[in-house]
């Protein structure tokens, strides 16, 4: 084999191939001397800065992982669509790498310990005892692509613009002359006359014809028309199944024993009743009289008359107590005790020990099975990833979903039919876990006959699907609704005989009638309702397109609206100023002033963009987007 290789080498054939190459490489290569230039390495060029394609490359893999992720199903972006991502990808890192340059340029930085602490305090890198979980920030760099190192350096980014764009829009603040009327306007309440006609109310119409029903069938073929239905397999990935099957050594549970010691072993608690007086003398004569069996009111009234303050300080920890003494006096006395006056920075304190909860420590034994459970999960949540690849490489196999499910011993649940909302036929709500609506999407998204991709669901859960068959709508029989059309045409006759009724009673208001007056004529009962705010929701509040109505009307003016059940007529009753309150005025400007300050912050940002004068280079989008020559 070997020789007849090297005899063919050796042949012009191959000769001439050979010197076709070189020639191309010539012309094409990675000198691209014939184009007048070399291969781009960077996609922009902002204050200076290069952005690397490499650096683009990356950011813009993530964001398809993402579409993919959110999509599901058999996702393929289109070469308009990459192009558009790939473009987007590329204005965002430019608009972040001008205004890097500008807080470095300000001798801003992030220092190591910092970024610590962001970290740390991340809810997602928190474990279930509500700390730090390196097995959650792993998971989490695996998710989305990321090396730790690659992630700190954006994160330190991140931390870099943001100490820059807080300190822009620090000083936002929202003006008297624009909060005053948005209080107004929000304040501001109404009161209303209404009547409500509800279509049940009207008088029973007379017995339809066969004909009319059948035109009423026909004719509103949206109403008695069945939805589309998909029947399709479900395989799931659960973290509890994943869990189920691991089993934590003996060292991994007593290490997650003393990681979270603090929540087993409880301290001594006491409820204490405090008084802070400014002098000696007097905190002496409360203590005397607290232990001479005045109750707490009293004693607190006593407080007040010498300057100080008395306080239920609750149930604490000896730990905490703001100064060492304080807690020595407190958890020295008995239960029931008054303590002796004693003297801190802030003043003269006197304790009384209401209660007092003894130490509590729960030894391995009682949470043994906690965290068994707890440690499995967190093991699980590493692991799940691992047997979500090898699912997904048996799913590229071409290998049924049945039979990824036995190979890999998941479960794999047959749906009959579901339509776009996630019912059966029957009405019932089909079990679609642990993907819920991320389901639905990826079933009506699947072509027929095929498999999708693996999906990540919420909480490290992962699910595929294969949509077997498609039943699209089609109008039901006349003869298996026609109760359900009689029904919508008398609720059709009833309807129109109350839109009638509030039309001539509303006629009559406008004409000059009273309200009252306009409401008996018609055989019915003016109510009055409210004040109400614009805001008004809940139980009480009137339904939101009545609502609207109220305060679309002004004074002596009346409308009609209808419901899904009802005609309402409603007329303006009365207007009520708002009253200033100086803490809701407050809270109202401090919520306009965070809003200025978003539109400060990008309007800055913008600025900076604009002088920083970015300079994209289409061929690296090309290459991005996989259409470079």
């Known amino acids: 084999m070997l020789s007849a290789m090297r005899g063919w080498l050796e042949s012009w054939v191959a000769k001439a191939l050979f010197l076709l190459l070189i020639l191309s490489f010539a012309v094409w290569g990675i000198g691209d001397f014939v184009q007048g230039g070399s291969v781009p390495t960077t996609v922009a060029t902002v204050a200076g800065r290069d952005i690397p394609l490499d650096e683009a490359n990356e950011a813009y893999r993530r964001e398809l992982l993402q579409l993919q992720r959110s999509f599901g199903g058999n996702f393929e972006p289109t070469a308009p669509l990459r192009r558009r991502v790939a473009e987007d990808v590329v204005n965002r890192l430019a608009a972040l790498t001008a205004i890097s340059e500008e807080a470095r340029g300000l001798g801003l930085v992030v220092t190591d310990e910092q970024l610590r602490q962001a970290v740390f305090a991340a809810p997602p890198f928190q474990g279930l005892d509500g700390r730090f979980s390196r097995v959650a920030f792993e998971g989490f760099l695996r998710n989305a692509g990321l090396s730790e190192a690659r992630f700190l350096e954006l994160l330190r980014g991140d931390l870099l613009r943001q100490q820059l764009l807080s300190a822009v829009r620090a000083g936002a603040v929202a003006p008297e002359a624009i909060a005053g009327p948005v209080y107004a306007f929000q304040g501001e309440a109404r009161e209303a006359q209404v ?101 707490f009111a009293t004693i607190s009234a006593r407080a ?102 036995r190979r890999h011993a998941l479960q794999v649940r047959e749906v009959p039919a579901m339509d776009g909302s996630g019912f059966a036929p029957d009405g019932t709500r089909v079990n679609l876990s642990p993907g819920g609506t991320q389901v639905v999407d990826t079933v009506f998204s699947t072509q027929p006959g095929t498999t999708s ?16 068959s498609v039943t699209p709508p089609a109008l039901k029989p006349f003869e298996t609704v026609r109760d359900e059309v009689k029904a919508a045409w008398e609720n059709a006759e009833r309807r129109r005989s109350m839109e009638a009724q509030a039309a001539q009673m509303l006629a009559a208001v406008q004409g000059g009638t009273a309200f009252d007056a306009a409401a008996a004529a018609q055989g019915w009962t003016a109510r009055r309702i409210g004040p109400f705010l614009r805001s008004a929701r809940g139980a009480g509040a009137p339904q939101a397109p009545v609502l609207q109505a109220l305060f679309g009307l002004k004074r002596g003016e009346a409308t009609m609206v209808e419901l899904p059940n009802a005609f309402v007529v409603i007329g303006l009753a009365g207007i009520t100023e708002p009253q200033r309150e100086a803490e809701r005025f407050a809270a109202l400007r401090a919520a306009m002033a965070t809003g200025i300050g978003d539109d400060i912050e990008a309007q800055f940002a913008q600025a900076i963009q604009s002088r920083a004068a970015a300079t994209i280079n289409q061929r690296g989008i090309d290459l991005l987007v996989g259409t470079d020559p």
């Open 304 to 405: 007040t008359e010498a300057n100080g303050t008395a306080v239920e300080l609750g149930s604490l920890a000896a730990a905490d107590l703001p100064d060492q003494a304080l807690a020595a006096a407190a958890f020295g006395a008995a239960e029931g005790a008054v303590a002796e006056p004693l003297q801190t920075a802030f003043g003269w304190h006197v304790l009384r020990i209401v209660s007092v909860e003894p130490a509590a420590t729960r030894s391995f034994a009682e949470v043994r099975d906690t965290l068994a459970r707890d440690v499995a999960r967190e093991l699980a949540a590493e692991r799940i990833y691992t047997i979500a690849n090898r699912v997904e490489d048996s799913l590229a196999e071409g290998i049924s979903l049945a039979e990824a499910g």
């Open 453 to 468: 991709r693996l999906v990540e669901a919420e909480g490290a859960n992962f699910f595929a699907i294969r949509l077997d």
């Open 195 to 295: 009547v409500e006609m509800p279509f049940i109310a009207a008088a029973a119409p007379p017995e339809p014809t066969e004909e009319q029903l059948r035109r009423l069938h026909e004719n509103d073929a949206a109403r008695f028309t069945a939805p589309e239905y998909r029947r399709f397999s479900l395989l799931a990935l659960t973290l509890e199944d994943v869990a189920r099957d691991i089993t934590p050594t003996e060292e991994q549970l007593r290490a997650a024993y003393e990681s979270r010691a603090a929540e087993f072993n409880q301290p001594e608690k006491r409820v204490i009743e405090q008084i802070l007086v400014p002098e000696e003398g007097a905190a002496r004569a409360l203590a005397e009289a607290w232990r001479g069996g005045l109750d």
